[in-house]
């Protein structure tokens, strides 16, 4: 099955689990996600001149909350939206598989699943607790 | 990021206002027109005494100064189009006040106009597809923000609901907005919900309409013989964007922070000085983290200053978002910030018969546009 968005992430050779492709600066080690043609924002360096790195997937749940409604074309409520921290250092926002808001502090990974789109299933990417909060 | 303070003396002299609206067929043309008209009598003005237009909008379309000031004149005025989210009335108001300031200008006009539907977002070109968009719509972003706050300060859905309510109770005065019905409680908190702890009383509407704020010098107001008591000087003007900060990506709050205190200092006051602030608060959890950021209180209390009424007007403290606010007032984009302006003005006057605030001199008009950035006005009355 072919992945909605091959530029954000991809297999990472266990089971469902993905990894989240981005870029480092070889200089100072700073980290962008999602890989773009564009450069890293925190240094300016162009991305010709960085490297690719894969970011592991796993990270804890900053905050969660559950979207009531529909509030784009196609949206499937209810859905869970969290702010993570991804064990490499970066925040961003993820889907979280499932109904039940996760706490604070929760352990997920990165792991696609497969999602309707017209023309046929593709494989997205979504987060899945692995362990609660302590 | 620039203040007024090494420059001349500029002064707000005319205000007029458009009803904020839901969306009809009104063409923009007459939104605009009617606010300039009113601007123009408030300030006791002719048209051809204005020599620059800045015009804040987000959905008209390339060129929506010029096809619609030709209704009223063309005198061959400088026009300027400032797109900058939804701080693009802010902005027109920032630039007509550099434009006085500086000397290029006597009067200058700021008006912010916009119709609902056919913005564009910039982020939607950028090539890039995004991990979760869900989280990229507004709503979420802010429903996050209110659970991140619950979690840390223990801000519950009653306080941010007690924000809808003042701010409802505010509009239900304002003959401008577009929400004109006072708001209990229980109906905020079961109106439908929308993200997280938001319902929809907690956010603001889709609607259009106009603001226009003319500006002047004190050299213009003496030749035009102006009424000097209702002209209101302009101490500050402040603009920036966002730093990346590492603090669980909320660096929009590290922004307001940097506007707040940029705007206050480049003004020469200090938040106790502030009787008014108009502020963003598309969603009930700006109102308290922004007020928060600004310095109105510490991170974290917002929501005590709420449930104690300490931002009513009245309320004996500085009264947040006496318009309504874009929650109850309305916020059609392009007009948003500079109707901001006209409502201090008006307050600063002693002028907003049924919501005023008592004793008013000094106020912060505080903006932010996607993206993000800020903007920040204060003003005073002598």
């Not at chain 1, 360096?45 to 905050?63: D, I, K, W």
């Not at chain 1, 499937?76 to 926002?93: S, T």
């Not at chain 2, 609901?161 to 905020?188: C, D, I, M, S, W």
């Amino acid at each position: 099955m072919e992945l909605r968005e091959p530029t954000l992430y991809a297999r990472s050779g266990t089971g469902e689990d993905a990894v989240l492709l981005a870029l480092r600066d070889p200089a100072t080690g700073d980290l962008a996600f999602p890989r773009t043609p564009y450069g890293i924002g925190a240094t300016g360096t162009p991305t010709e001149a960085a490297e690719q790195a894969e970011l592991s997937g796993r990270a804890e749940v900053l905050t969660c909350v559950t979207v009531h409604q529909p509030l784009s074309p196609g949206m499937q409520v209810p859905l869970l939206v969290a702010r993570l921290r991804l064990e490499e250092g970066i925040v961003l926002d993820g889907i979280i598989e499932g109904t039940e808001e996760p706490a604070p502090g929760t352990k997920v990974q990165a792991v696609l699943v497969p999602e309707e789109r017209e023309g046929g299933a593709v494989l997205g990417c979504r987060f899945r607790v692995t362990e609660g909060a302590a | 990021m620039s203040g007024l303070a090494s420059m001349r003396p500029v002064r707000v002299v005319g205000i007029g206002m458009h009803s904020y609206q839901f969306p009809t067929d009104t063409p923009y043309v007459t939104l605009g027109l009617t606010a300039l008209r009113q601007a123009l009598a408030d300030a006791g003005l002719q048209w051809p005494d204005v020599t620059m237009a800045a015009i804040g909008t987000g959905a008209i379309g390339m060129a929506a100064g010029r096809v619609m000031l030709r209704h009223i004149g063309s005198t061959g005025l400088e026009v300027m189009q400032v797109e900058n989210a939804s701080a693009s009335g802010s902005s027109a108001f920032r630039m007509a006040c550099m434009m006085v300031a500086s000397g290029q200008h006597e009067i200058a006009l700021a008006l912010g106009v916009d119709k609902f539907g056919s913005a564009q977002r910039a982020a939607h070109k950028d090539g890039i597809p995004r991990l979760t968009p869900a989280a990229e719509i507004p709503a979420v972003k802010f429903a996050l923000m209110a659970r991140a706050w619950r979690d840390r300060y223990g801000l519950t859905p009653e306080d941010m609901a007690r924000v809808a309510v003042k701010n409802h109770g505010n509009a239900a005065r304002n003959p401008y907005a577009q929400f004109r019905k006072p708001r209990t409680l229980e109906q905020v908190l079961n109106s439908n919900k929308v993200a997280g702890d938001l319902t929809s009383l907690q956010c603001t509407p889709r609607g259009e309409g106009a603001a226009a704020v003319i500006v002047a010098s004190e050299d213009a107001i003496r030749k035009h013989g102006l009424d000097r008591g209702r002209a209101i000087r302009v101490l500050s003007s402040v603009s920036s964007s966002e730093h990346a900060v590492a603090d669980e990506g909320w660096s929009l709050v590290e922004m307001v922070q940097r506007s707040g205190t940029a705007a206050l200092d480049a003004a020469g006051v200090e938040m106790r000085d502030l009787d008014i602030i108009e502020l963003h608060d598309a969603f009930t959890i700006e109102e308290i983290v922004y007020a928060e950021a600004l310095g109105l209180c510490p991170l974290g209390e917002g929501a005590q200053q709420v449930r104690e009424g300490k931002w009513d007007i009245g309320g004996g403290g500085c009264a947040v978002n006496p318009s309504g606010g874009l929650l109850g007032m309305g916020h059609p984009i392009g007009p948003t910030g500079a109707g901001q302006v006209a409502e201090i003005v008006r307050q600063l006057r002693g002028e907003a018969e049924g919501r005023q605030h008592p004793g008013a001199r000094t106020a912060l008009a505080h903006m932010i546009g996607l993206g993000s950035v800020a903007v920040g006005h204060v003003l005073q009355r002598d």
